[in-house]
């Protein structure tokens, strides 16, 4: 069965439901989480997103990120997809939202409210080959040069993220 995403309105309040595909594809503004994880070195967890991922394969871009389910709250949907993705799950806390808009060439458009989670967590994930390919730890002031010299190696949504929200996402 197809995953659905929460169509939002710019506050926020869910106004339907919709395949993720389709949503995508019409551009339509849906609910959606960002998981930052940091050490107690003050690096981010970085993924590689994997090879068959039908957007931005093979791109880095934060620990995980995806959609919260129908009944479901960001906190929950976040340690979700961070144990499905990355074998391990920690506290999360929300930071801050946004809303962004990233065409892609394929033709699909991610038009999101994206709720930003952050948690901590020292040791090694253990990645599912399915979603991620590859993961690292990197400072903050390492990711912003690497995004400025090498743009093409991350996601879109990732960049904007990082631009926008440097400060909060660093300390």
């Given at each position: ?6 169509l ?6 869910p ?33 590689q997103r ?49 809303i ?26 253990i ?45």
């Amino acid at each position: 069965m197809e995953e659905k995403v929460i169509l939002v309105d710019e506050q926020d309040n869910p106004i339907g439901l919709m395949e993720k595909l389709e949503a995508h594809q019409k551009a339509l503004l849906h609910r959606a989480f960002s998981v930052f994880i940091l050490n107690d070195k003050g690096e981010i967890m970085l993924q590689q997103r994997a090879a068959n991922k039908y957007h931005s394969p093979n791109l880095w871009t934060n620990t995980c990120c995806s959609h919260p389910r129908e009944g479901e709250t960001t906190i929950e949907a976040g340690k979700r997809r961070l144990q499905e993705e990355m074998g391990f799950v920690t506290e999360l806390s929300e930071v801050l939202s946004f809303i962004y808009k990233a065409p892609f060439d394929n033709g699909l458009t991610e038009h999101e409210l994206d709720h930003i989670l952050i948690g901590y967590y020292n040791d090694s994930p253990i990645i599912n080959p399915d979603e991620v390919s590859n993961w690292r730890w990197k400072s903050p002031k390492n990711i912003k040069a690497d995004i400025t010299k090498f743009p093409h190696q991350y996601t879109e949504w990732f960049k904007i993220i990082f631009d926008k929200f440097y400060d909060q996402i660093s300390q």
